[in-house]
């Protein structure tokens, strides 16, 4: 089953600013495509787990995230993301 990826607006400030500062941005496009794309359709498999199961840490060259699972909903809430 697909869940439904949201990036809450701190985590689309940070991609922006990762955009604007990326010496390869083509580079971080195409892995916030990927991220995306994983965490659609399986975002328990991706990452590492943080504190609980359902807090998880993604990384996609050059692009990392920290994202939350809510299983009754479906939905995968980026909350972070950064340059790695």
Same mark, same amino acid.
Not at 42 to 55: A, D, M, Q, T, Y
């Given at each position: 089953? %697909?869940?439904?990826? !949201? $990036?809450?607006?701190? /985590?689309?400030?940070?991609? *922006? %600013?990762? $955009?604007?500062?990326? *010496?390869?941005?083509? /580079?971080?496009?195409?892995?916030?495509?990927?991220?995306?794309?994983?965490?659609?359709?399986?975002?328990?498999? !991706?990452?590492?787990?943080?504190?609980?199961?359902? %807090?998880? *840490?993604?990384?996609? @060259?050059? @692009?990392?995230?920290?994202?939350?699972? !809510?299983?009754?909903?479906? *939905?995968?809430?980026? !909350?972070?993301?950064?340059?790695?």
């Amino acid at each position: 089953m %697909n869940y439904t990826v !949201i $990036w809450v607006p701190q /985590a689309e400030d940070d991609l *922006t %600013n990762a $955009w604007l500062a990326a *010496t390869d941005q083509l /580079a971080v496009t195409n892995a916030a495509h990927r991220l995306d794309s994983a965490l659609e359709r399986h975002p328990f498999e !991706i990452g590492l787990k943080r504190n609980s199961s359902v %807090n998880r *840490t993604a990384v996609d @060259l050059p @692009l990392g995230s920290d994202y939350e699972i !809510i299983e009754d909903d479906k *939905t995968v809430r980026v !909350i972070h993301a950064w340059l790695v």
